[in-house]
């Protein structure tokens, strides 16, 4: 069965740089959760997206953005990263707000 | 604030064994617990529960909820080493957070051969 896509799997990046992370739901899955990871920690949520809108927002720091588009996809954006923003990345998919979530490989990023 | 806490937060148990994984939470506009099952890598889902009292059962795993209690645990049965993971339950929540999750510490399990 298909599952959920992240890209990349691992990213190297400098302080201050930007990142993009992409996410490709499980087909037909209509809603997108961003979760952050860090080392020895439980997944913390940064926020979702139903039917392209934004439906949650959760501990996202204002450098970061997301979004959603037609094709159900969706793009975490990172701005002037941090030492601190080094973790693991997922995305998570689910057929509609409120049903089992599907976790994707992760991104591990990492802030040099 | 909403909390959700696991315990143990370790075990260590021998192949052929069964355990029992407790999470308990606190939390306003409850919806769903869910028990997912890290290894290195993305959390895999195992169970969602949103009724009280009725089990979920997977091969060797089984899980209930507790809705008075604010509980739920989750059983492993002639454990394998194959087992060994860190076992996340997190809440779904409804409201205006629909659709989030909340996870617990997680509990480190470790099946020797």
């Known amino acids: 069965a298909a599952g959920v896509i992240q890209s990349p799997r691992h990213l190297i990046k400098e302080k201050r740089e930007t990142a993009t992370l992409k996410c490709y739901p499980i087909?037909?899955?209509?809603?997108v959760y961003w979760y952050q990871q860090g080392p020895g920690q439980d997944p913390q949520f940064l926020i979702s997206?139903?039917?392209?809108?934004?439906?949650d927002k959760g501990s996202i720091p204002d450098r970061f953005s997301a979004q959603q588009f037609s094709d159900y996809h969706s793009e975490l954006n990172m701005s002037s990263l941090e030492l601190g923003d080094s973790a693991l990345y997922f995305c998570?998919?689910?057929?509609?707000?409120?049903?089992?979530?599907?976790f994707g490989p992760g991104t591990r990023l990492t802030v040099l | 604030e909403d909390k959700v806490v696991q315990s143990p937060l370790s075990l260590v148990v021998h192949e052929g064994d069964t355990v029992t994984l407790n999470c308990s939470y606190e939390?306003?506009?409850?919806?769903?617990l869910l028990w997912y099952k890290q290894e290195k890598k993305a959390p895999t889902f195992l169970f969602m529960l949103?009724?009280?009292?009725i089990e979920k059962k997977s091969g060797r795993l089984s899980s209930i909820l507790d809705k008075k209690e604010l509980s739920s645990i989750l059983n492993i049965t002639a454990t394998q080493t194959g087992d060994s993971a860190i076992y996340l339950c997190?809440?779904?929540?409804?409201?205006?957070?629909?659709?989030?999750?909340?996870f617990g510490q997680g509990t480190i399990l470790t099946v020797h051969p």
């Open positions: 998570a998919s689910s057929s509609r707000a409120g049903n089992e979530q599907f």
């Open positions: 087909p037909r899955h209509d809603t």
């Open positions: 949103t009724s009280s009292g």
């Open positions: 939390v306003t506009n409850f919806r769903s």
């Open positions: 997190a809440f779904l929540a409804g409201g205006t957070s629909y659709g989030k999750l909340t």
């Open positions: 997206f139903y039917e392209k809108m934004q439906s």
